[in-house]
């Protein structure tokens, strides 16, 4: 299901980050091939085995798994399983612009836009800043498309030699518009209390940005088992992954089952590292519990956090319910891959009624979305991209107030322990063991 966006500008800026690395290219005629070891390890003198069957080792992983430039007659070799690389896609959802001429209502907080985020409500924020919890001392790494990285709200925590291009496109967002998937997902989490634009859910955590997709939103699964490595060797805390991909289990062209266990190798290497992996459940309404012969990236993975989405419908219109935790129209579900749910904002809001806060007036349906920054601004977005940031950050305000070094199993629990039982009681199929909360 496609959603649609809303935008702020401010003035697009340029720069790549220290330390990118691009990605490896296929020579002529040649393809990219994934090697997924039968074993926990791969063969021993890999490199000498692949080239003598006519391939090149360019990457490899410690969870098991290489990257080999071959022609067509390569045919792999022994102790590994061969497959062609696959897709990978963020769930880009709605988008809708805001008019940088309008702004939004004057609010308590000295970040103007801050009114406008209505997701800060129900995961507890500023009552855990209010007790001295912001997320200061922990590291999260954003997987995604291309950044703003010279965006006021997001430079402050940015941590530009640690983050990572791994598409060969550079790590900054380039393309013409505000709709920076990465960017809004990297604001979410912990744009700046900084007096100015709109606040992260852990404003003081520090953020390493890597890309993993194109900026269009599209990517492979090279890529994000070069993200994943990277994140983890540089001890991030925690990784989100607003990102997935479902693929038939008995392809005829590929061995997809391989690459489901080279990913589930790659979430557990973070996991077992120290690292928590947080990622979207996906837009598609369907019943993750529903078909054994889809294998569903990433949520499928045992050790990455599903997070599925909610949204208020009318939240600043006449005669809100208050109730935040309406399940959206669009999100995935099903208890065997939703662990938790988060805010992620819909536009189920019917009609063309119009409100107005503070000045701005838009159709009420828009400030259900989730407000966040963009290319060169600001923009309202809704998916389940939007509600594993959430969860991401609410993480992060855990591991800080735990003094900033916990295991990713103590983490998850914690998240249990403080979530909301916002469906049926105990697990439910929409919100998981419950909406994440900070707990204060």
């Not at 992260?200 to 993993?212: H, R």
């Not at 935040?324 to 129209?329: D, M, R, T």
């Not at 809001?349 to 838009?362: A, I, M, Q, S």
């Not at 407000?371 to 923009?379: A, L």
């Amino acid at each position: 299901m496609r959603l649609r966006h809303v935008v702020v500008g401010l003035g697009a800026a340029s720069l790549l980050a220290a330390g990118a690395a691009p990605a490896a290219l296929a020579g002529p005629g040649e393809t990219t091939y994934i090697l997924v070891s039968t074993g926990q390890t791969l063969p021993r003198n890999l490199d000498a085995t692949v080239a003598r069957a006519g391939g090149t080792v360019t990457k490899t992983y410690p969870f098991g798994v290489a990257v080999v430039e071959a022609g067509a007659s390569f045919r792999g070799v022994a102790g590994t399983t061969m497959v062609r690389d696959a897709g990978f896609d963020a769930d880009l959802g709605t988008q809708v612009a805001l008019d940088p001429e309008q702004l939004p209502p004057a609010s308590g907080n000295d970040d103007p836009f801050f009114d406008l985020q209505w997701g800060h409500v129900p995961v507890g924020a500023v009552e855990a800043w209010d007790d001295g919890v912001r997320g200061e001392g922990v590291r999260v790494a954003v997987l995604d498309t291309g950044f703003d990285t010279d965006h006021p709200d997001l430079a402050p925590n940015v941590n530009l030699d640690l983050s990572a291009d791994f598409t060969g496109e550079g790590l900054e967002y380039t393309l013409p518009d505000t709709f920076s998937h990465g960017t809004h997902v990297a604001g979410t989490i912990a744009a700046a209390d900084n007096a100015f634009g709109t606040i992260g859910v852990a404003p003081e955590a520090e953020l390493v940005l890597v890309k993993v997709l194109g900026d269009a939103g599209s990517g492979n699964f090279e890529d994000v088992f070069a993200g994943i490595a990277h994140a983890t060797a540089v001890d991030a805390d925690v990784i989100n992954m607003s990102l997935g991909d479902v693929q038939p289990r008995n392809s005829e062209e590929e061995d997809i089952t391989a690459l489901s266990v080279a990913m589930n190798r790659a979430v557990r290497h973070a996991d077992q590292n120290g690292t928590t992996v947080v990622v979207s459940a996906g837009n598609d309404a369907q019943d993750l519990d529903g078909d054994g012969n889809l294998v569903r990236f990433l949520t499928s993975a045992p050790h990455a956090i599903g997070v599925s989405a909610y949204a208020p419908t009318g939240w600043v219109s006449d005669g809100w319910d208050g109730n935040f935790f309406v399940p959206a129209s669009y999100t995935n579900y099903g208890t065997s891959m939703v662990d938790f749910s988060g805010p992620g904002g819909d536009t189920a809001y019917p009609g063309d009624e119009n409100c107005t806060v503070g000045g701005l007036t838009r159709p009420c349906w828009v400030f259900d979305l989730v407000f966040s920054t963009g290319n060169g601004g600001w923009y309202w977005s809704a998916g389940t991209s939007m509600a594993a940031p959430h969860a991401a950050s609410v993480a992060a305000l855990i591991i800080s107030e735990h003094g900033g070094d916990m295991k990713p199993a103590a983490v998850e629990r914690e998240m249990r322990l403080r979530a909301i039982d916002a469906g049926k009681p105990g697990t439910d199929d929409f919100h998981g063991r419950g909406a994440v909360h900070s707990g204060h």
